[in-house]
Every structure is written in C-alpha cells, then in structure tokens.
C-alpha cells in the first residue's frame, strides 16, 4: 500500500461503505467517511466524520479533497434512483477530479438484464432491460468515457450483498426475517445458483484492488465471486450456521404485486424478482489475477456472522 492513502467514503454509514471502512482502517488506510445528520454516529471507529450533500457538488468537493483514492458507496432510496443515482455518480466524479482521485464504484448484475446467467465475465455484453440496469450501465459508462480524459475508476462487481450490522438487504428484509420463528424465506427457485457477496469479504477485496489500482488501465472491471449458491444449499448452511433445523418459506410475490401498485418502493422491489428464478453467477479469473485469491469465508461462518451481526435469531 501506499504510505499515508487516504480515502474517502461516499455513503460511509451504508452496508457497503461501512464494511469498507472497517476493512480500510484495518488495513492502515485513513479513512473519511461522508454522511449525514444522526448516521454520523454510526460511523465505525477510526473513521473521519464528514457531514456533506450527496446532491451538493461543492459539498462533495470539499469533503474529498486530498482523497487518494473515493469509494462510491451512495445508495438511494430504491425508488428514487432514477432522479438521484445519475447526479450523486456525477458529484463523486466532479470530486475524484478536483481531487485527482480514483473512483472505486461497488457494482452489481442488474447491468445484464433479464439476459444474466452463470460465468459472468467483465467481457459479457451487458443487456440491461430494466431502469435499473440501465441506470447502472450510464454510471459505469460515465466513468468510462471520463478515463479518456485522465480519471481514473475501478467498479468491482458482486452479487446480493449480505452481513454487517447495517440492515436493508435481501437478507435482512426478506430471507432471514423470520428466523426467530423457526423459518428461512427463499425468494425464488431453489434449484438454481445465486450469487451472494458477504459484506466482510468484498469489503476486504476493495482494499485489495485498491492497494494495485495504478497497475490497472484508466477504467478497470473485476468481478467478485463471492458464494455461488442454490437455494437448497443456502437453507442448508443457515441450519448448520444457527444450529437448529428450520422451515423452508417462500417469498409473497403476488401480494407484493399487488402492494406494489400503490407502493413504489415494492414496485421496484417486484421488477427485480427475475433474478431469483434466473441462475447466475460471476467469474473472479481477472480479480485473482490481480490480489492472488479471493477473500472468501466459508458459507455457514459467514450466514452466521451476518445472523449474529443484526441479532436475527441464531441459536
């Protein structure tokens, strides 16, 4: 690592940039982390506070002056991200210039579309058919077309986020709701793989990648394996996690359906639904070939962590 790399966290109270910061500080980085009002207080320890807009550039600007290297960990509401995603991406990158920083962006599969599948490479032609991952592909082309122009951006991409004490995922919200009462909820079909990433492990990848950034061209895509899992095999490794048998439960689409047509925030939850009944997964060959193997902790330690990180019920 460099000495004295300073980074910044945009998003530092979220599930990815809290991890992040963790994993920063361990690794001996300094870290600041941008947030606002009460989730300040959330910030891990070590972390710089740095109270700013997301939506103010000016803000944005001052809070990452003399940054090495910015993490966009912005996450907005998931209903809003057609008017907010585009304009805090081109804030982060108005800061990383005046700061000459790299821009490091967490990315997911929404880019794939409908057309997601299994071995998913930084080559796969992206085929985005919903809002969301056409939202998701102007970021990363953005990026792309400012690194002609000399700044530089690395999207490290991942599967469903789970683990760490900040809540808001699939796993939290829907799979692992009912654990105290004995049940796992899987959202979709139980014979097929689905990529998750465990918050500690991607975390500790972007410290890695960060660590090799300058051997990497202008605009760089890796992709994180994380656990490649089927549904099966999820409740199976949960049960061996809390130590206890438990029952299987199955998310309620159709009510959601219809909740979604006066809530816009399950609308949009409903319109990702194809990604539990359509197997996936990424190849990590381009990430290893970079950092060496993959962080990765093993699936019933992680589930178990993860489950004891929010109190979800273990045993």
Known sequence: MQPMSTIVIAGAAGRIGHAAAE?????????RGIARGAKLGRLPAGVEPVEADAMDREAMIAACAGADVILHALNPPYDKWDELAMPMAENVIAAARAAGATVMLPGNVYNYGTAVRPGLTEDTPMAPDTEKGRIRVAIEDRLRAESETGLRSVVLRAGDFFGGP?????????????????????????????????????????????????????????????????????????????????????????IMRVIG????????????????????????SRLEALIGAEPHTPLETALAEAVAAQALGGA
């Open 23 to 31: 994993a920063f500080i361990e690794a001996g980085w300094t870290v």
């Open 166 to 254: 900040v809540d808001g995922s699939w796993f939290d919200l829907v799979i692992a709701k009912d654990l105290k009462k004995g049940r796992v909820v899987w959202p979709g079909r139980r014979d097929i793989d689905h990529a998750f990433a465990f918050m500690p492990d991607f975390a500790r990848a972007f410290v890695m990648v960060a660590d090799r950034r300058e051997t990497l061209p202008s605009f760089a895509r890796l992709h994180f394996a994380g656990h490649t899992v089927t549904g099966e095999a999820f409740h199976a490794a949960m049960e061996t996690a809390v130590g206890r048998p438990l029952r299987k439960g199955a998310a309620p689409w159709a």
């Open 261 to 284: 047509l006066f809530n816009p925030l399950v609308r949009e939850v409903v319109k990702m639904r194809y990604l539990w009944d359509t197997p996936h997964s990424l190849d990590n």
